[in-house]
């Protein structure tokens, strides 16, 4: 099918982006992966897209020895090649590796995929587990909102129709920290089953986080907690962090065994 018609414009600064989302229907394009499939299929309209890929202050990864701010044009393969250093930006460039394949992750961005908020997204796990925050700009305000509350429920973030995702700002992870990430699929271009995302800090700490296993990505602290006490980080999760929903190819108790599986996986690879 093809999208019904709607108007285009390519700002070049914040500001006019962020006058044109004013616009009754507008919609920001980034690297239409899945918008532009959702237009196709008339699942969503839109009267003008905004494209935010010539606005200079959307532009890559900058480290301000906390956070490091991950621009709204930076897309998955940037991650993939490194263009962020240290245990995160391994965990990073991990995570990447998972997501669809080469032309999908050449074109679509880290902080379009916490704007769709997709259950399975490996980027809202792995946000949601280290407490990431999100930017947003619109006329009206700037403002920074924790992904835990960004992420309100399955393709509902917490974003309003005149506000860009400016980026998303991710605490530093310490020299030292081990990594390690893993997912279960159907198919190898396919949205994960269930991924999980671990952190092992050098004091002893860790951070975990669950795509897959809950309406949206989820910091499993149950699962912290139980590997802080030496019980079993996978039986926390399965029972106290992962709140799956009903999926055509997986019931509820399976999801919840997957997420267990997999925190001690990511954990194994971390060690
Ligand atoms: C075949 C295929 C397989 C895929 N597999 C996976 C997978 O395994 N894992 C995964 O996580 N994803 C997967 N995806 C989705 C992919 O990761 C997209 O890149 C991701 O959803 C983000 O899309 P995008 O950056 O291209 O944003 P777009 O498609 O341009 O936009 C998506 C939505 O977010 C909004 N948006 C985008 N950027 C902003 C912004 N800065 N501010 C405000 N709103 C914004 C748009 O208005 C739109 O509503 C897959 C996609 C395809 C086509």
Known sequence: ????????????????????????????????????????????????????????ELRGVHDDGDRVRIGARVRHVDLERGAVGGPLGRLLAATARWIAHPPVRSRGTMVGSLCVAHPSSEWCGLAAGLDATVELVSVRRRREVTVADFLR???????????????????????????GVVESR???????????????????????????????????????????????????????DADPREHPHAPIPYTRHVAGVLVRRALQEAS
């Open 186 to 240: 159907r198919t190898h271009a396919s949205y994960a089953h269930v991924a999980a995302v671990a952190a092992l800090l050098p004091d002893g700490g860790s951070r975990l986080g669950l795509a897959g296993a809950a309406p949206t990505g989820v910091r499993a602290h149950a699962a912290e907690a139980a590997l802080a006490r030496g019980d079993d980080p996978g039986a926390a999760a399965a029972q106290l």
């Open 1 to 56: 099918m093809k999208p019904a018609p709607f108007e285009y414009a390519t700002p070049t600064t914040l500001d006019e982006a962020v006058a044109l989302l004013g616009t009754p229907g507008a919609r920001v394009i980034a690297g239409g992966q899945s918008l532009l499939q959702d237009l196709r299929w008339r699942r969503t309209s839109a009267s003008l897209l905004v494209d935010i890929a010539r606005i200079e």
């Open 153 to 179: 429920d399955s393709f509902t973030p917490a974003a309003g129709p005149d506000e860009l995702a400016t980026a998303l700002l991710v605490p530093v992870l310490p020299e030292g920290t081990r990594v």
